[in-house]
């Protein structure tokens, strides 16, 4: 990081304390001095950002940014929100939305997904079971605008197809939701997909191994979670391209050195300039950049 003066973070949680990880990160990454709040909300977040705007001339906001998180990731979509209602002109700094974790464990997900493919997702179908929580819409938003075909699996059809029909609107994208609790409609889905994303909540198996073995077509198994039982029966949290019946697995650590380099990464890109939101998007980017 190179700026003027001394590179301030303001870390910014739905939470009542702070995440400890996204400290330890912020320090790691350079950051020099990081203040941290608890509690926020899009009603008392405001003065926060009114004190990181106008201690500063505008043309040292560059060393000072935002960073939002803690696990509710809506209420962090509604920071975001505010936050962005409270800049105007030369008066804003960059911030880096990644409410638990979401938008850098999607990122790493979908680079692990395109790297095993070659650079490409185009014309690829992927499986993303649990897609409707806070990983997975951000995983089947980053595969759509890549370009893939996506199956969303939820256990409820209704949510499914409400985000199906949102990311189509928003990536062109084909999204087709089913409903993961029904094992016909999920081993059509396997027939038909060469990778799947597993995103689900810790400790809950989304997909048994009887059903996933033997499909030759499927090519690749990613999966998110590293409390056991894991997500996808036969991939240890430990896979890194690492073959299991004939499939290319990644389990949770095994992607976890890609979603550490994303986030920092992610953090140092902030002081490089003072308008800069980053968001999905975004932070997909960064990490191709990563090499």
Known sequence: ???SKPTILVQLDTDAQPSVFDAVVAVDAGVQHLFRHGGVTPENVRDLVYGTIFTRGPADLNSTAIFIGGSNVPAGEAILDM??????????????FDGN???TTAAAAVLTALQASGGSL????VLVLAATGPVGQRIVRLLGRLGATVAIGSRDLGRAGALASRLHEATGAQILPF???????LVGELHAASIVISSGPPGVQ?????????????KVLIDLN???????????????????????????????????????KAI???????????DAEEVLALGQALG
């Open 1 to 3: 990081m190179s700026a």
């Open 226 to 264: 590293a409390v056991p039982p894991l997500g996808i029966e036969g991939v240890e949290a430990t896979d890194k391209n690492k073959g299991r019946s004939g499939v290319q697995a990644w389990g949770a650590l095994g992607v976890g050195g890609t979603k550490m380099k994303i986030h920092k």
């Open 206 to 218: 989304l997909l048994p191994a009887a059903l996933w073995q033997n499909f030759s077509h499927l």
């Open 101 to 103: 974790g979401s938008n």
């Open 122 to 125: 185009r014309e690829t179908r």
């Open 83 to 96: 936050i962005k209602k409270t800049f105007f002109g030369p008066f804003r700094v960059s911030v880096l």
């Open 268 to 278: 140092q890109h902030l002081f490089t300039a003072s308008n800069q939101v980053l």
């Open 179 to 185: 409903d993961m609790t029904r094992s016909d409609s």
